[in-house]
């Protein structure tokens, strides 16, 4: 089937086909939540999920190698200031009460460098 036609394909047509195992996930079989998961796993680019707390929701393989974690275990629930925030680019460390991004989320507002 060609790229064209492959769009016009309807949602329970859908198969994903895991090259390393040969598996076949259908739409008729996969819940929302495994497409999900399917789609944060298989993208190059870190993703991660921050509560309101501050706390690490969710974790994809990227982004846990570009933390350099082995683990979503290692990062989930934990304070995301502790994992990926806490030391200026000198070297020096960089409390979570100075830390704007923190306070964005205690304060419910948008945070820029340039403010």
Same mark, same amino acid.
């Given at each position: 089937?060609? +790229?064209?036609s492959?769009?016009? !394909?309807?949602?329970?047509?859908f198969?994903h086909h895991d090259?390393a195992?040969?598996?076949?996930? %259908? ?5 929302? !939540? ?8 298989? %993208?190059g680019?870190?993703i991660?999920?921050t ?5 690490? %929701? ?5 982004c846990l190698?570009l933390l ?11 304070h995301v200031h502790?994992l990926a ?9 960089y409390a979570? +009460?100075e830390? *704007?991004i923190? +306070? ?5 507002i948008r945070v820029? *460098?340039? *403010?």
């Open positions: 089937m060609d +790229q064209v492959n769009l016009n !394909q309807s949602p329970h047509d198969e090259h195992g040969g598996a076949v996930i %259908t739409a008729d079989t996969a819940s929302a !939540q495994d497409l999900g998961t399917l789609l944060l796993n298989s %993208t680019e870190g991660s999920g509560g309101m707390d501050g706390n690490c %929701t969710l974790a994809n393989p990227s190698k350099g974690f082995e683990s979503d275990a290692d990062v989930l629930g934990k502790d925030h806490h030391t200026r680019p000198n070297g020096d460390p979570v +009460q830390c *704007r923190y +306070q964005a989320f205690l304060d419910s820029s *460098r340039n *403010r």
